[in-house]
């Protein structure tokens, strides 16, 4: 209890605007991370706190967890077989409570409280936009290939949760303005979008297509070449659905807008050029 009293929430974590911690609550959190220790020793395991933190609070297939012991986020000395250390640091991270193994051990969550602490914590010392936009490059390695994602749908369903929820932890920490963490976030859902197209899941990848051409002509404005292949990606969704009458004239347009920018011998500006001609036939 002495202990538990000794942590100080203004010392330990940041003022957010609009958000009240219950204290108790929060200064258990914050004791279970102290209880983790620092240093090598650990490393595995704080690592994974900062992937969970930024994740959707739903889980992350364990599978996907065996992966990441390769990546920045959890550099460092790991011997042996990886995926060993990562289910070693699993149970530790289980045993303090700070997440939850699901009751066939194929995936692994935090709690949306335990995700909050955390990531305040990791913006208190400066780590957070470093934590999102390494994991952002995890999760594309981890998504199918365009070719196999109908038939991996378990994957697929996965990426399609994680870069949803990344994409709302970017919008959530007013992390926005920082143009290369909210480009690979709308990458994501871009390519998140075009796994539902690829599946004749249409239903749900206009609206996702339609909000990530917003975001990327808020983002990088409507000239960019990455909001000129999300602005195609939303026409080709259109004619898929067999809506020519909205798909039509965004080809138009993004034809034009390829010359301008790419040239009339560009390989998008040509892809563009066949997708307008394709869709000019179905009419």
Known sequence: MRRLRSVSLERMLPTVPGERYPHGAAQAVLLSLAQLGSGTRVRVERGLLEVLAVLSPAGVPRSWLHRITAHPVLDGEVSGDRAVRVDAAIGVLADASLIVVSVDGSSVSMHRF??????????????????LST?????RACG?????????????????????????????????????????????????????????????????????????????GADHPDTLSSRNNLASAYRSAGDLARAFPLHEQNLIDRIRVLGEEHPLTVTVRNNLTAARDER
Do not use: C, M
Not at 145 to 167: C, K, M, N, P, T
């Open 114 to 131: 335990i995700q909050t602490v955390v990531r305040d914590a990791a913006r208190k010392k400066g780590q957070l936009d470093e934590a």
């Open 135 to 139: 994991v952002a490059e995890w999760v």
């Open 144 to 220: 199918p290939s365009l070719e196999r994602v109908v038939w991996d749908r378990g994957d697929r369903e996965a990426f399609i949760e994680q870069a949803a929820a990344l994409h709302q932890h970017v919008t959530a920490q007013e992390l926005g303005s920082i143009v290369e963490i909210a480009v690979r976030a709308l990458s994501l859902q871009d390519l998140a979008g075009r796994y539902l197209a690829a599946a004749g899941d249409l239903a749900r990848a206009i609206p996702l297509h339609e909000q990530n051409l917003i975001d990327y002509i808020r983002v990088l």
